[in-house]
């Protein structure tokens, strides 16, 4: 190898077991920048060897969502295709007696482990009856080691472990069905991955993995191991502080940019005070030494801020577009286009989320029906007032020509003589003649919206009541 560099190859390895977790996505997308990041390949390998607990509708969702983001793979696995590949190792490892059946009954490995834990000893089953030559039971890796196992994490460092204390390493319930420490091992080997990036969770699982890499005589690949993602509460992050799957995200019209963006900075950072980074920039800063040990906590509010941030961005016509599908989920697809555009310039700054658009929509497509009491600023107008002030307006509001009804337009027609009358006896009846709401976006902004038609409705409507 010397004075040849290897190629970067790196791997995405989910359960599908559960829906895309952000934690994972995370994984994914820094195993992603990693790879791009020096041209190198990334696989997306589908760890379905739990036959009880994969589903495809989960596979489906693990696709779907990382596409989504924007996360490309350059091979895609399944384990459960590989079982072939799997037993071969196994009888490789059984055959040259690195590996064994071991006789003890489920019962008798129960007790083994409930005596441990009593006695806080590190469970692990150190097999006395190795060499019987049965053929059934748990396959287990045969562990004599006794001198450290060390590997250099690129993230933390040196890790050292005991071997001692893994006791006879559990690889297989039978030929059939291998288990996860060794198939990782065996897959990562044939796909010649070079690095394994993945939460620092599976530290527990490395030095298992590099005894049964050992006994294969498989090269181990690099180590490094991301830190925790927490709650607000600084615990590890879970069901419990809210929303942990990608598609729950994704359905709220969080943009997939702003996710990437804010799962970016879950550990890593640029080493600057910049915040805003679009995926191809990610990859040309990204680098393994700018990636923290200590955990990085989830915070709800950062990403809205960054969603803002991106949603801002936009014009309104892609906006608008993007807005589409939440129109159509809240009934109101046949909206006019242009309508949207406007909503979509006008509202740009106010969402959070795409799905945010629910909470006003209504005061852009349905006229407003309130209580008459509440077109009287702080209570105090009485109606007689009211009436001259929306009159005016209206007499003001139509003589704009309708190409003209637009939000600087409005304004400077309507301001002079809001102000003459203090703005508030003017634009509070308005704005509620228009939204029928206590709080709404300004009344320019929605007459902007409606146009001049639908204004004056709205107006006249309020004139009668
Ligand atoms: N399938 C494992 C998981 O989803 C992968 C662990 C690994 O990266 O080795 O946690």
Redesign the pocket.
Known sequence: MEGKSQKIRTRF???PTGWLHVG?ARTALFNYLFSRHANGALVLRI?DTDKERSRKEFEDDIIEQLSWLGLTWDELYRQSERLEIHTAYLRRLLESGKAFYCAHTKEELETEYKRQVGEKATPRHVCDQRDKGGKEGIIRLRNDAKTPLLFSDLIRGDITFNPELLGDISIARGLESPL?NFV?VVDDAEMRITH?I??ED?IP?TPKQMLIQQALDFVAPAYAHLPLLLGADRSKLSKRHGGTAVRDYHAVGYLPEAVVNFLALLGWNPGTDRELFMLEELVKEFSLEKVQKAGAVFNEEKLAWINRAYMRSLSPEQLASKLAPFLEQAGKSGMPSDVVKRMARVEASRLSRLKDIEQNLAIYTEAPAYNINLLSWKGTQDIAEIKTHLAEVRKLLRDIMEGEFVLEILEKILMPYAAAHSKGNVLWPLRVALSGREASPGPFEIMYVIGKEETLKRIDNALQI
């Open positions: 390895p989910p359960s994972n760890e996860y990782v394994v993945r939460g599976h699982n």
